[in-house]
C-alpha cells in the first residue's frame, strides 16, 4: 500500500506571494490533517479535513485555508507569504477522525520564503 | 490549553544503554498518548501508542505506560542501538472538543547513539 504524498518536497517563494501545497493520503483513508514544523515552534496542528469538511482548525491566521476533494486528496494554500512561514509543511492520513486513530504522516514539503 | 513537556536533549548515549525519554502532559479531556519518531529528511513514523490510562504501548523494543496519576508517558528501551538515532516525540490527542483534534507534540527529544 503506497503512503502518504506529498508534492512538491521543496519549494523556494518570496514574500507576499501564494503558495499551494498538495497531499494524497493512503488508499482508503478519508481524514487529511497539517501541521506546520518549525525549529523555533515545533510541530503545531494546521487542519484537519473530513470528507471535504474542515473538522478542526489551530490556532493560525486566515492567510492559511486548506481544502479536500472527494478523492481524499488534499491541498493546503498559504497567501501573502511572511519570512516566517518558512516551515516544513506535514500531511498525516487516518482512516477516519478522532483522537485514536493512527496518523501516517508524508514526508512533508520543505517551503523556504526569501 | 493542552500541552506536552519533554526533554529536548540531544541525548547522547553509547550502543547497548538504557533509555529514558521523558514525557509529562497536561489535557482537559481523557487523551491518547504517542510517541512518533522521525529520521533525517523524512515525516514521522508512529511507534507507539496507548490510548486509556495503564495501558501500555510497545514496538521495536520501545514501551511506554500511560500514567494517569502522574499525566506522564515516558519512553523506555532496554538496549539501544545506533540505529535509534533520531528525534523522539511525544504528543497527544484530546477528545475533550468534541469530534476531530489534532496532535498535540512536544518539542521533540533529539537522540544520539554512538557505538
Known amino acids: 500500500k503506497a503512503g502518504v504524498t506529498q508534492t512538491p518536497r521543496y519549494l523556494i517563494k518570496t514574500r507576499g506571494q501564494q503558495v499551494t501545497l498538495s497531499c494524497s493520503p493512503i488508499s482508503g483513508h478519508r481524514s487529511v490533517s497539517w501541521y506546520q514544523q518549525t525549529p523555533g515552534q515545533g510541530l503545531q496542528f494546521l487542519f484537519e479535513y473530513f470528507s471535504e469538511t474542515q473538522r478542526n482548525k489551530g490556532n493560525f491566521p486566515g492567510r492559511f485555508s486548506g481544502r479536500q476533494f472527494s478523492n481524499s486528496r488534499s491541498e493546503m494554500n498559504v497567501s501573502t507569504l511572511e519570512l516566517g512561514d518558512s516551515a516544513l509543511y506535514l500531511c498525516?492520513?487516518?482512516?477516519?477522525?478522532?483522537?485514536?486513530?493512527?496518523?501516517?504522516f508524508g514526508p512533508g514539503t520543505r517551503l523556504t520564503v526569501l | 490549553g493542552d500541552s506536552v513537556t519533554q526533554m529536548e536533549g540531544p541525548v547522547t548515549l553509547s550502543e547497548e544503554a538504557f533509555l529514558t525519554i521523558n514525557c509529562t502532559y497536561t489535557?482537559?479531556?481523557?487523551?491518547?498518548l504517542f510517541w512518533y519518531v522521525q529520521y533525517p529528511g523524512e515525516g514521522l513514523q508512529l511507534l507507539l501508542k496507548?490510548?486509556?490510562?495503564?495501558d501500555k504501548g510497545s514496538n521495536k523494543g520501545f514501551e511506554a505506560t500511560y500514567r494517569k496519576e502522574t499525566t506522564s508517558f515516558h519512553l523506555e528501551k532496554g538496549s539501544v542501538q545506533v540505529s535509534d538515532s533520531a528525534v523522539y516525540f511525544c504528543a497527544l490527542s484530546d477528545s475533550s472538543g468534541g469530534g476531530a483534534d489534532g496532535l498535540t507534540f512536544g518539542k521533540g527529544t533529539h537522540l544520539i547513539i554512538q557505538p
Open positions: 498525516a492520513s487516518s482512516a477516519t477522525s478522532g483522537r485514536r486513530n493512527e496518523q501516517f
Open positions: 489535557a482537559t479531556g481523557y487523551p491518547s
Open positions: 496507548a490510548t486509556k490510562a495503564d
